[in-house]
Nanobody
């Protein structure tokens, strides 16, 4: 069974940093764009960042540009999201996704992880 498993969430103070990881269970994901979405309570899921299969192309939502960095290690089938200068409004469940159309920022990606909670206190 193909799986995406996130880790690295937690509680951090405003201005702090966290690094999320998303490990893919199958080499299938090596050829797919991967990325991160988030969903805060009472809000719709929103795009955060995406990275191409090669790692050479990235895309970020405006609200994280300059603060978050997405990267991938193809040898480890893992995608990372380094989050710096965190704000209380970044509090959400962050989910990893994989899909050929991920750069369209679609929330209808084919593969999803279970999500990891990120809470930023003020």
């Amino acid at each position: 069974q193909v799986q995406l498993v996130e880790s690295g969430g937690g509680l951090v103070q405003a201005g702090g940093s966290l690094r999320l990881s998303c490990a893919a269970s199958a080499r299938t994901f090596i050829s797919l764009p991967m990325g991160w979405f988030r969903q805060a309570p009472g809000k719709e899921r929103e795009f955060v960042a995406a990275i191409s299969w090669s790692g050479g192309t990235t895309d970020y939502a405006d609200f994280v540009k300059g603060r978050f960095t997405i990267s991938r290690d193809r040898a480890k089938n893992t995608v990372y999201l380094q989050m710096n200068s965190l704000k209380p409004e970044d509090t959400a469940v962050y989910s990893c996704a994989a899909d050929t159309l991920l750069f369209s920022r679609t929330t209808m990606a084919g593969y999803w992880g279970q999500g990891t909670q990120v809470t930023v206190s003020s």
